[in-house]
C-alpha cells in the first residue's frame, strides 16, 4: 500500500466517524502525517499490541489527536505505516511530550528497524457510512 492509499484510507476512517454521508475537510492549521516505520519480524506481535495501546490511548485522553490509524502491509506486515492527523502543529508536540507517548517510543526502540516521518497535505477527505 503507497502513501496515497494510505491517506485515502485514513481519510475515509475519519470521515466514516462523523456520521452518515459526511464530508470532512482538512481545517487550516491541522498537522497531518505518516510515520512509515519497518519493524523487526521476530517482534512484530509485540510491537502491534505496543502500538494498538499507545493509539486507543492517545485518541482517548488527548483532545488535538483527531485520528491515528497503524496498518500494515498485506504481503509485508513488518511495514507499518501510521496515519496521523492532529488539530495543529502544537496538538502536535503535546503528543510528543505525553507519557503514553513516552512509554510507547521506550517500549518500542528495539523493535523498530526504521522509521520515517512524511509530512502531507489533507487534499480532500470523505467517505461514506456502510
Known amino acids: ?13 475519519l470521515a466514516s ?17 505518516v510515520a512509515e516505520i519497518e519493524i523487526d519480524p521476530a517482534q512484530l506481535e509485540a510491537y502491534k499490541a505496543a502500538v ?7 485518541v482517548r485522553v488527548e483532545p488535538g489527536v483527531l485520528a491515528l490509524y497503524a496498518l500494515s502491509e498485506k504481503d509485508n506486515p513488518t511495514k507499518v505505516r501510521v496515519f496521523e492527523i492532529y488539530r ?3 496538538a502536535y508536540k503535546s503528543h510528543l511530550e505525553s507519557q503514553h507517548f513516552k512509554t510507547y517510543k521506550a517500549t518500542t526502540d528495539t523493535m523498530v528497524k526504521s522509521l520515517k516521518l512524511v509530512r502531507t497535505d489533507g487534499i480532500a477527505l470523505a467517505a461514506k457510512t456502510r
Do not use: C, F, R, W
Open 17 to 33: 466517524s462523523l456520521g452518515p454521508s459526511a464530508t470532512a475537510q482538512e481545517t487550516p492549521g491541522q498537522y497531518i502525517q
Open 1 to 13: 500500500m503507497n502513501t496515497k492509499h494510505l491517506l485515502i484510507l485514513g481519510a475515509s476512517m
Open 88 to 90: 495543529d502543529v502544537e
Open 52 to 58: 494498538k495501546e499507545h493509539i486507543e490511548t492517545a
